[in-house]
């Protein structure tokens, strides 16, 4: 057993609120901490949603579930909700500035022993190693979106992370059902992301310069036998986080394509509260999106043949 069982997370949001309910189903002690009161009340209601996935899916019977509840606490109070941990994991904003202001504003109130991890999915851990105030006992600790089918995690250090504080994250990974994925050396978008978003950032692009409809980008995917395609994948990671990671690395990279997709967002979902599937409304409306219609594959018959001419227009280029 390592001797990470009391965890705080950080960020409330789509994946703090699955990274909270997991360890707290996997045994651990956890409390979840979120600047927006708002938010918190969000996770609450994911965690109801994330109750009736893990009867279904994940084999939970009623009493893990009354279980899993009792170990979870939530919280709006920084010093409170870190004051007992063992470990901490933030999973705050795609934001450097966000991140950075917490970790200084946590190096106070830390207990000596607490490690902290990072669930960034672009940055590196060196980017916030020294904000932490605590360097050695820093890294980073990727989860993945649907945390409890994606049950693996990217493992990744800094020059200043000690061995002990890898040995003791990885251990709790596996302790709270993951598959751990080493990743050898910092990069950016680790593994995951260094496909993930230039997939996304593609499927966008197609979009955003109206050369094809959401609901056929992804059609094309779905026959590979895919559940989803890549812009129902956006609304699962959400829209805020798609924007968040789009924007930076628009502007950081001089991508004017990535920067044009991020306006897309900003002004088609986030301006229009469609922030993906946690509020129920993104490229597709749920909990019944189209892609999982029946007949969302079928060949059509004639009568369409008209409307599908009309979107065809002469080509003119870019
Ligand atoms: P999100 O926008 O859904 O949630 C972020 C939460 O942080 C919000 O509830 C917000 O209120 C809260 N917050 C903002 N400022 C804060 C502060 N100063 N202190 C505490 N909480 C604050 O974001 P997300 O999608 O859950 O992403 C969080 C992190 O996880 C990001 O680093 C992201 O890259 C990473 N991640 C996301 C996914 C995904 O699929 N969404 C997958 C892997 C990793």
Request: net charge negative.
């Amino acid at each position: 057993m390592s001797r990470l069982d009391r965890v705080t997370v950080l960020g409330s949001g789509v994946l703090g609120g699955q990274i909270a309910w997991h360890s707290a189903f996997k045994g651990k002690t956890v409390t979840v901490y979120d600047i927006a009161p708002q938010a918190i009340e969000r996770c609450r209601a994911t965690h109801d949603q994330l109750a009736a996935i893990y009867l279904l899916d994940v084999g939970a019977e009623d009493t893990d579930i009354a279980a899993t509840r009792e170990r979870l606490t939530y919280s709006t109070d920084l010093a409170a909700a870190v004051a007992q941990a063992d470990l901490v994991i933030e999973a705050v904003p795609e934001i450097p500035e966000v991140k950075t202001a917490v970790y200084m504003e946590m190096a106070e109130l830390l207990p000596p022993d607490t490690l902290i991890a990072t669930n960034s999915s672009t940055f590196l851990p060196r980017d916030f190693a020294s904000a932490t105030g605590r360097p050695e006992k820093f890294c980073a600790l990727h989860f993945s979106n649907m945390i409890w089918a994606m049950n693996f995690v990217e493992i990744m250090a800094h020059p200043g992370a000690s061995p002990l504080t890898l040995t003791e994250v990885t251990e709790f990974a596996v302790e709270i059902g993951m598959l751990p994925i080493p990743v050898r050396k910092e990069q950016n978008g680790y593994v995951v992301n260094t496909w993930l978003v230039p997939f996304l950032n593609a499927a966008q692009t197609l979009v955003t310069n109206g050369i094809a409809n959401p609901e056929d980008v992804d059609r094309t995917f779905l026959y590979t036998g895919a559940k989803f395609g890549p812009l129902g994948m956006m609304d699962m990671v959400g829209m805020k986080t798609v924007y968040d990671v789009l924007s930076h690395w628009g502007r950081e990279n001089d991508d004017a394509q990535m920067s044009a997709n991020a306006d897309y967002i900003k002004q088609n979902f986030l301006d229009r509260g469609r922030l993906g599937v946690q509020t129920g409304k993104g490229y597709y409306d749920y909990p019944d999106p189209d892609y999982q219609r029946p007949g969302f594959l079928d060949v059509p018959d004639f009568s369409v043949v008209p409307d599908l001419v009309s979107l065809i227009s002469p080509s003119e280029g870019n």
